[in-house]
């Protein structure tokens, strides 16, 4: 593969509540290249928005990126001013979240919104040359010419998301950070949403960040995917071997516990147990109370995160000797 | 058993009135509904799993409510163990209701803020005058075990906020299971919960199920779960029922073109089967002014001009498998 458009390397991301430190992202590298769509999965509270907010330095209050380095296209994020840190944003980083009515403004027309942000982006593009853009852009996306004077409340939730990936495309973002998309959208808007994006982003070349609890979404689409545990990165693999073989413990119970449509039968494995505390995390392997396979030194030293074959990376000891295992 | 219906829904409507403006009210003397339910029959078989599918806006919770009799109906009946709701005075409803029991999707919602989770469970006994004190205490307990609320009596003394998500929702269920009811209409159940405790969820409720021999409304937007715990399933498309039978007649060959997208736009979790076929274009109309003939023709690939000029009637297409579509009747 290519140079990496991001390179996180040991991010630490902290919030700090009464009840003392929560450690959102604890240690986290990953590195996301130009043109793939990488999925980020794991369960509510595993530290997904956080790392996706930190890649933005829009942590959320308390949080504080206290730890680590983010590399976007060759620059230090972490060290930029808050002005370059804006422009950055600006007119290279987009992100859409799962209720776009936060990132819209409610009393400015479609129209309007597109076309301001084609002329921050590009000031010499005249309005008028901004507005023929933003009507073949709304026509692209597949919302009719006349929907371009509503505001954002008269569009459909579907629609608002088009509007989010326009707006991205109108910057020509190097990188969309997409935080649970469709997840507020009913199934076949979600179907037709999933088919824009990825025709968009085989047209453009687009690099997607896709941030979701929606295994299903994830095999849809993703080409690569990482796994996240209370904090930590568990898998990193291409989406198929990690679908086909599963290899952290974690992950082969997550997938088992994913209603499937597609397969006969209907019982599903039950994962024992819930996510650890992000204040006093369990020591050594953060997934060995709950684990089936756990033995002496799970509970005692950490597993790093190690490529155990050509990108494929866990952070398991059962993998140290390449024992493995593959649970049924 | 004198009868295998538990309940039988015939020709239900339910119009909620649109809010109009003063101005609006001036303007015009015609006055506008949401027609969330629009003519329905189904009946509800005694210990099955009744499925109501759909995406949001359809009607799912407006029938579900209706069987409640939380809220009344426009027009039809509902029969439960063959007695007409309707006919019912307040004091017979309210003896009717210990046999129909409702879990929403939010449990914290449902649950009070202020009262021990112990307590907001066994509340229905006090209230229908079946036990208290000690006793109230002990079949409380009973029931918290069951659901796996465990350790009991440690959880019998806490407060909703200091509960998980999924232990707020088996709170929820043993309090719609501790007056040992006929009926559970379950609208969401686990739409609210994370993967893993879905699954615990969904298992939970299927073994209870058989233990106290219930019968299930079960109502959701998600085809993938609805296939883990439905015996029959009914699929909603603007207040109407477009297709209804036994699983896996419905999942293997749906007839409905709206069915049939519907199957085909739930994300498989596999990489394996990325999904090929072209969903429906736009989505789906306001339910004030609905489309007229069959509702879904504006969408539907394969719509005819009888399809814009002729209410389909849900007719029986093969054994027990029904369908609302001009073009399989013919
Ligand atoms: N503003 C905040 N103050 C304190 N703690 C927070 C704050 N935001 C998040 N956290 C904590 O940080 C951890 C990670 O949260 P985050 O929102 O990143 O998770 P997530 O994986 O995106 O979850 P979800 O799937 O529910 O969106 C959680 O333990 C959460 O409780
Ligand atoms: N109390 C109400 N007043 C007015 N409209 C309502 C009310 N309840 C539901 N509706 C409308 O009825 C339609 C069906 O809603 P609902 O039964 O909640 O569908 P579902 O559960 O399938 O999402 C929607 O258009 C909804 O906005
Ligand atoms: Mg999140
Ligand atoms: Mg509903």
Redesign the interface.
């Known amino acids: 593969m290519n140079e990496p458009l991001v390179r996180i390397r040991d991010l630490v991301v902290t919030y700090k509540t009464r009840a003392g430190e929560v450690r959102a992202v604890d240690g986290v590298s990953l590195d996301i290249y130009p043109g793939e769509v990488l999925g980020l999965v794991g369960?509510?509270g595993c530290g997904k928005s956080t790392l996706g907010t930190a890649l933005l330095r829009l942590v959320r209050h308390p949080g504080r990126i206290v730890g680590g380095e983010i590399w976007f296209d060759g620059r230090n994020l972490l060290a930029l001013s808050e002005e370059e840190m804006r422009r950055l944003r600006g007119a290279h980083i987009s992100m859409i979240f799962q209720d776009p009515m936060t990132s819209l403004n409610p009393l400015q027309r479609i129209s309007d919104h597109i076309v301001e942000t084609i002329r921050t982006h590009k000031p010499e593009v005249s309005e008028e040359e901004a507005r023929k853009q933003a009507a073949e852009l709304i026509d692209r996306l597949?919302i009719m010419a006349e929907r371009l004077d509503d505001y954002p409340h008269q569009l459909?939730g579907?629609?608002r998301q088009r509007v989010m990936i326009g707006l991205a495309l109108a910057l020509r973002a190097d990188l969309i950070i997409a935080d649970e998309p469709t997840t507020s959208l009913?199934?076949?808007?979600?179907?037709?949403f999933?088919?824009l994006l990825k025709e968009l982003q085989e047209e453009f070349g687009l690099t997607i960040l896709l941030i979701t609890?929606?295994?299903?979404?994830?095999?849809?689409l993703?080409d690569r995917v990482a796994v996240m545990y209370a904090a930590k990165l568990v898998e990193l693999a291409d989406?198929?071997p990690l679908?086909?073989e599963p290899l952290h413990p974690y992950t082969q119970?997550?997938?088992a516990?994913?209603?499937?449509?597609?397969l006969e039968g209907?019982?599903?494995?039950?994962?024992r147990g819930?996510p650890p505390d992000l204040i006093e995390p369990p020591p050594g392997c953060r997934f060995h109370p709950r684990c089936p396979h756990a033995f002496e030194r799970c509970s005692q030293e950490e597993p790093p995160l190690k490529e155990i074959r050509p990108n494929r990376w866990v952070a398991c000891w059962l993998y140290e000797t390449e024992r493995g295992v593959r649970e049924a | 058993m004198a009868n295998a219906n538990l309940v039988e829904v015939r020709g239900l409507r339910k119009w909620f009135p649109v809010q109009r403006s003063f101005i609006e009210r001036l303007v015009t003397r015609q006055r506008d509904f949401v027609r969330a339910v629009d003519g329905v029959d189904f009946e509800i078989r005694r210990g099955e799993v009744f499925g109501l599918a759909g995406e949001s806006g359809s009607g799912k919770t407006t029938t579900g409510r209706l069987i409640l009799r939380l809220i009344e109906p426009t027009e039809g009946k509902i029969l439960f163990q063959g007695v007409d709701l309707a006919s019912l005075g307040e004091e017979e409803m309210r003896q009717m209701r210990r046999h129909m029991q409702a879990i929403f999707q939010d449990p914290y919602a449902s649950l009070n803020p202020r009262m021990k989770i112990g307590d907001a469970i066994g509340h229905s006994l006090e209230i229908f005058g079946i036990a208290k004190g000690q006793e109230k205490r002990e079949r409380v307990l009973e029931m918290m075990e069951r659901v796996g609320l465990t350790p009991p009596s440690i959880l019998y003394e806490k407060y909703p906020h200091q509960l998980s998500g999924g232990q707020r929702q088996r709170a929820v269920i043993a309090r719609a299971l501790i007056l040992r009811p006929d009926l559970v209409v379950a609208d969401e159940p686990i739409a609210m919960a994370d993967v893993s405790v879905r699954a615990l969820l969904l298992e939970l409720m299927r073994r209870l199920k058989e233990e106290f021999n219930l019968t299930y409304l079960f109502i959701t937007h998600d085809l993938a779960t609805a296939k883990y715990i439905c015996n029959r399933i009914g699929v909603m498309y603007l207040g109407k029922i477009v297709e209804m039978g036994p699983l896996e007649k419905v999942y293997r060959s749906p007839l409905h073109p709206y069915t049939q997208a519907l199957l085909a736009a739930v994300p498989v979790p596999d990489p394996k089967f990325r999904r090929t076929q072209p969903m429906p274009k736009g989505e789906i109309p306001s339910p004030i002014n609905p489309p007229s003939g069959c509702r879904f023709h504006p969408r539907c690939p394969y719509a005819e001009p009888i399809c814009s000029e002729e209410e389909p009637a849900l007719v029986e297409a093969e054994a027990d498998h029904f369908v609302a579509c001009h073009l399989v009747q013919r």
């Open positions: 369960e509510s597949g459909s579907g629609m009913d199934v076949i808007v979600e179907a037709q999933l088919d609890h929606n295994i299903g979404v994830v095999a849809q993703a989406v198929e679908f086909a119970a997550l997938l516990s994913v209603p499937n449509i597609r209907d019982t599903l494995k039950i994962m819930s």
